[in-house]
């Protein structure tokens, strides 16, 4: 209900009448279009006890609306405002008139953003970038471990407001789950939670990169890390990927003969080409930040998911003075509906991240993160990584032996190590928006690919996001691109 | 498991035996603390097949290592690195030399922040600044929610990923929310979901303020939006806090004189003050702010806790031509576990702002904003404030009744309208961090109040958060404050 207590304001020295007073600030309400057609006004009891007048006063002020029509009498359900007001036009209920429907009249900040251009998501088929499939996430394990933390007595006093790092459980089972799968022997100290990898991302940089840095990406790069980047006014200078990673001697040349302040890579997978840095460039690159004492963001977000070939263990388990941030996520166990991530670093640079991340959020959903603690001790994480991993691996293998038999001179990829993607390189006279717009036709939605190219040449790419469909669908959406390279 | 098919490498040319190289690589592995004490390697049968070699090879491997007590041969177990390794002082396997223990070499950026100086909060009894109880917090029926969500079959489809501006169903259901409530009425394309009121403050002040810009805040100031606002470089002016509100003629007088860029205001209970906005006041404002096109950021957090007096309206639902940029929160329904906020302002400053935010964090948790979505729509939320509601007020009476019994002369203070707190002057000759270290003694954990004043004149004042503490509670809160201001 409408603070109607302090809106209708009586003024008994006035010489009009109370009631018309009421009835009078009623309609300018709903001129102003704080009362809106079809709402109820509240029973002339009820107002009357809020406005301290006798009931008479208040049905005499609705009696008048009414007579103005107002307002309508609906049987058993009380005054309702007419959807048909008197006056044609009160100022502002109509909504295309409401205090936002224009302004502001002061100036807007620009992000850097990019416009996806996609087709309607409403297609039966969707081919994604890369994401895992919903299907598969332990989600009712997760409920589940919410439902028995929200009964636990202590509850309310111990988990009702987390730490800006994050919830401690969670950071004390990352540990063990680091240790044996990165081989990363770390503090608690050591650990910040954080909504996905790309706030890891952004506090990171933030804490390293001023304006007009000199910093070294991958070319082509993530997007959105290139997004937050250049948000912070950083120099982004660009470095060829190869099949190789990204090559390190142009990166130590760069190191020799400019000011660097950081470098963010890709490890495993890296996005868009899903090239695997080796082993020979991981040392070599080791070599450059010790050297340098270059500030490094490693971005591993994929390195759960390996088929064929086992990862190489990340730059930060190798000995690099605290100068690689590491940054992971278990948003692709999680669906993708619950976004978390995480920040290994020195503890004095944790420290200096969660002040930051203060202002900006205060901190995590403590409830969510206890949870996702929860399903790393009981296994339950540990188990869908196996089941997705074995399910994904074969999902990828179709895929390709899909690709290479329905578009063989169309497209060219090397199959990933692992990862949710793979990297499809359309022939020369293939444009990829055409084929998408075709794709539609027939039912599948996919990305025009621009995105992949934020700041580079075009790539005439397209992340193939196998890990979401199943065997069904995925032999559907080859259908469809197979048509949709026909000429 | 850790990546054993990359960190071991074979060398067939070698003159080293098989067995002995892979002897070597594990004790180096060991040394550099990629592999901690305590650790089970991989079976024999397993690692001859990762590493495809003979299984026997392997076994060799391992006798070594059992043989110069590196690892140690654990009935039914397994092969486990030993606890007492054959080296006093392995490179770097003890935690004080891991990777992060020391570094970065870099220069780390220092966000604006506050050293909250506390108690340990592990005493029995907490008085905090303002919490809900999270006691009451309606998480079961979020919980249900939740489980419903995932159980339905298009679930993987519609929600897995969620646009920036933050889920559409909950967008929807706010429409009604805050038209019943406050009288505002929008559409969809006004609604923004955030982390918390603290990420809409960001994000909003990041859309107005560039560095060196005039902003004005009132004195004292809630301190996080400060924080945020210093982060963004802005020329913070304070304006004086008064029974009524901000002083609007000195704001004024500032527009009159100066360019000023944004005013930051809380209309309802002032942090920390609890004053609300008087309507006189509150008139005042929209002329200045239509009159100056004065960018308005409104912090509404505590508008759904009225007991005594009906809130007023906020600014946001008045005419002001789009520039009030409204911002509010579900947290304190939440019960602080779970951060969900929103901001409501033009269409074209949402766009902006969804862009700004894809880069700090992507998006929302699609699912956790879904279920409240859910709450509000069959009535949970709705239902919880009313139950809310009733008791914080009994709380809050009983908090002033026992202030006034036991710290009659220690102390003064105005009850609030509403909200959570009572704002707590203590005697000129009282000094909060001596009373509150007292009452560490007692077993009461409560803050220095310092963080109040940041940037302000010292305020010796305390918000004291009744709305966390049942009856029992409250008595012995208010029983161990009074023994603590006995001299």
Same mark, same amino acid.
């Given at each position: 209900m409408l603070p109607y207590k302090t809106l209708i304001r009586i003024?008994?020295?006035?010489?009009?009448a109370v009631y018309l007073q009421i009835a009078c600030q009623f309609i300018s309400l709903i001129r102003d279009g704080l009362i809106q057609p079809g709402t109820y006004l509240p029973g002339s009891r009820v107002l009357a006890e809020l406005l301290a007048l006798h009931r008479k006063t208040v049905i005499a002020a609705y009696d008048e609306l009414q007579a103005q029509d107002w307002i309508t009498a609906i049987p058993r359900k009380g005054m309702m405002v007419s959807l048909? /007001?008197?006056?044609?036009? &009160?100022?502002?209920?109509n909504n295309a008139h409401h205090a936002y429907a224009e302004g502001p009249a002061f100036p807007i900040y620009e992000a850097p953003s990019l416009l996806l251009k996609r087709n309607l998501p409403t297609a039966k088929l969707v081919l994604n970038d890369g994401f895992p499939?919903?299907? /598969?996430?332990?989600l009712d394990d997760w409920a589940r471990e919410c439902r028995s933390i929200i009964q636990r007595p202590a509850y309310h006093k111990y988990l009702a407001f987390g730490p800006a790092e994050g919830n401690m459980y969670l950071r004390n089972q990352m540990l063990k789950y680091l240790a044996d799968t990165r081989g990363l022997n770390i503090r608690e100290e050591n650990v910040m939670i954080t909504r996905g990898a790309q706030m890891s991302i952004y506090l990171a940089a933030s804490m390293v990169v001023q304006k007009n840095d000199n910093i070294i990406v991958g070319s082509p790069n993530y997007f959105y890390a290139d997004l937050a980047f250049e948000q912070l006014g950083a120099n982004i200078i660009r470095v060829p990927v190869d099949d190789e990673g990204i090559d390190t001697d142009t990166v130590e040349q760069l190191c020799r003969t400019k000011k660097i302040k950081m470098l963010y890579i890709?490890? !495993? !997978? !890296? !996005? &868009?080409?899903t090239v695997t840095l080796s082993a020979e460039r991981r040392m070599k690159l080791l070599e450059i930040i010790r050297k340098y004492k270059l500030a490094v963001i490693e971005d591993d977000y994929d390195f759960d998911f390996h088929y064929s070939a086992a990862p190489i263990v990340p730059l930060a388990s190798a000995d690099h003075g605290g100068n690689v941030i590491y940054v992971g996520s278990f948003t692709k166990s999680l669906g993708l509906s619950l976004r978390i991530g995480f920040m290994i670093a020195p503890e004095k640079f944790i420290q200096k991240a969660a002040a930051l991340r203060r202002l900006i959020d205060i901190g995590g959903d403590n409830l969510v993160e206890e949870a996702l603690a929860g399903m790393l001790e009981n296994g339950s994480i540990n188990r869908h990584l196996k089941k997705a991993n074995k399910l994904y691996w074969e999902r990828r293998d179709l895929a390709g032996e899909l690709l290479i038999r329905h578009l063989p001179d169309a497209a060219s990829f090397r199959l990933p190590q692992g990862g949710m993607a793979i990297w499809l390189q359309f022939a020369k006279h293939l444009k990829i928006p055409a084929i998408a717009d075709k794709a539609g036709t027939f039912g599948l939605s996919m990305s025009y690919g621009y995105h992949y190219a934020y700041k580079s040449k075009p790539l005439n790419g397209l992340r193939f996001g196998f890990a979401s469909l199943n065997n069904k669908e995925l032999v559907s959406v080859v259908n469809i691109l197979a048509k949709a390279v026909k000429p």
């Open positions: 003024d008994k020295s006035s010489r009009q048909n /007001l008197p006056e044609i036009k &009160p100022r502002s209920y499939d919903a299907r /598969l996430a332990p890709i490890s !495993h !997978h !890296h !996005h &868009p080409t």
